[in-house]
């Protein structure tokens, strides 16, 4: 039982990052899913909108990734 | 002393992070700019296949497509209608960029699914060039293309007088971010899908749950078939919507 206090701080840190996680999948989640009821309510509307779907849930998993980000900065950077 | 005791036995027979090692291909030694690797050969087999398909496949220009001619066509047909749909009709002078971006994005992740091969889509180093090349090309045509108006992307019209300080902020930040969440996005799918298949191939080594684990890597691969897929299309359509904002920087 020897180590370093920074070090289990580090650790620990990055695996609070995967709380992040989390909230980028209720993010992708709700942006897929109100496509989704709205694509079912009216389906000839839904195929134009695609490009829409990818983008709102590309923005909405920007935020996770900078979680992730902050998890490569504690392990490799700090 | 514990981490003695653990040692090398009860970790993963490999780790699941030595695929993305960059190693030279020829002999050991250090990596330099110029050192032939197994990124080097992967990137070069990519723009081979580009060539094959884009070039060699569509090389009859047959009336009746052959089926690498119908690929070819089908993949142009794709990413033009992307450009015209989320950009707008004038911004199709610029397709030969984004039609680059997006084959070479999809190729590269596709060829890093063959077992043994080497994703260089995994790696922030690529997709960083890739993305700041994007936001350089895009900031510099806005000001070419609107001049001072492109400002405009940053003040908020719609919004009342007072918080419009306070979003040119949020804004810039959001601006200044875009490379960073852009490159990030890809290679952190790539890198994150790739070791997942890894981690449960090191459980195969476990006799008791061996078939479970061999069903795990089929459902991800399958996955991971369709993430390369829409990470290659999410790159290119946000390309087209950062490309939109530089032409038309109307908030």
């Not at chain 1, 999948?25 to 695609?50: D, F, I, W």
């Not at chain 2, 609107?146 to 300080?165: I, T, Y």
Request: aromatic letters at 12%; hydrophobic letters at 55%; one cysteine or more.
């Amino acid at each position: 039982m020897e180590g370093n206090i920074a070090e289990l701080g580090k650790y620990i840190g990055v695996g609070l990052t995967a709380i992040g996680m989390g909230g980028a999948a209720m993010g992708v989640g709700n942006v897929a899913g109100n496509y989704l009821s709205g694509a079912l309510r009216n389906p000839s509307a839904a195929a134009s909108q695609t490009a829409t779907l990818f983008i709102g849930m590309a923005f909405a998993e920007a935020l996770g990734i900078f979680s992730f980000l902050v998890a490569l900065l504690l392990m490799f950077a700090v | 002393m514990a981490t003695e005791a653990h040692g090398s036995e009860s970790s993963l027979v490999f780790h699941p992070m030595d695929q993305f090692k960059v190693t030279p291909l020829f002999g050991e030694g250090p990596v330099h700019w110029y050192t032939i690797t197994n990124v080097t050969l992967w990137m070069a087999i990519t723009v081979l296949a580009v060539i094959l398909l884009l070039v060699v496949g569509s090389r009859g220009r047959a009336i009746v497509p052959s089926k690498g001619q119908s690929i070819a066509e089908l993949a142009y047909g794709f990413v033009y209608k992307m450009i015209e749909d989320v950009t707008g009709k004038d911004a199709v002078k610029y397709f030969p960029y984004v039609m680059t971006l997006f084959i070479f994005i999809v190729f590269s992740n596709m060829l890093g699914l063959l077992p043994l091969s080497f994703t260089t889509t995994s790696h922030i180093a690529v997709t960083g060039v890739l993305a700041v090349l994007v936001f350089l090309f895009v900031t510099i045509l806005g000001f070419v293309k609107n001049g001072s108006k492109f400002l405009a992307l940053f003040w908020v019209s719609s919004a009342p007088m007072a918080v419009r300080p306070l979003l040119a902020v949020i804004e810039l930040i959001s601006y200044f971010v875009r490379p960073v969440s852009h490159s990030i996005r890809l290679a952190g799918n790539m890198m994150a899908g790739h070791a997942v298949i890894k981690v449960f191939a090191g459980f195969a080594a476990i006799a008791a749950i061996s078939p479970v684990s061999i069903v795990a890597i089929t459902a991800m691969y399958g996955l991971e078939v369709l993430v390369a897929f829409i990470q290659a299309y999410v790159f290119t359509i946000l390309t087209c919507v950062y490309l939109k904002d530089a032409l038309h920087p109307v908030h």
